[in-house]
């Protein structure tokens, strides 16, 4: 595999585990809204008739009170970048080979060893882009952490700034240097210094 083939499958493995993070903050806040605490009951007066229910009348805000208290006017906001994400990836992952109800990073994820150099890298930037999309929602950092006391195996580059890839089964991980954008399987630049960490 090329390096930009490494490059789409890190950034897939990476958006996947931004996905199931959105996904579960997405189900938290439903499960807040519908088994939250219901000591704090919304008012439902009627500010004109001073009545809990509705009579019909013209101008009674009553339930509009009611159905801004069960169904606020925003969508939560994990749920909606899930499902922006989504429908950008779906027309794409439609176009792959995959199972039928194959989730769509998946389905492209095992396309990517079959694609070309230049398919791979468009892909790992579209990946990317997505994945930063879902992670400023999340509010937290790359799925990467730096890699210490080990130089860049590039040729010409020799840069202490390596970064082991965290998302994803260990032996699908990834090495990249911040410095020259080089990217290497995991086991062969770690096997390469005998037992690092």
Known sequence: MTPHHLHAVAAAWSLQAALAQLEQRAKDAIADAVHGDRDGD????????GRRTALGGHGDP???HALGAWAPQRPDPYAAALGDI???LDPI???LPGAPGMDPVTRIRHAVPQ????AAERTAAALRRLDESARRTLRTGPARQPL?????????CGQRRLEVT???PEDARAVACAACDGIWPRAAVLGAVGGAR
């Open 115 to 118: 694609m070309s150099a230049l």
């Open 93 to 95: 992952a439609g176009l």
């Open 86 to 88: 989504l429908r950008t």
């Open 148 to 156: 210490t006391g080990i130089a860049c195996p590039a040729p010409g």
């Open 42 to 49: 919304v008012p439902l007066h009627s500010p004109a008739w």
């Open 62 to 64: 009553t339930a509009n």
């Open 166 to 168: 965290t998302a994803g």
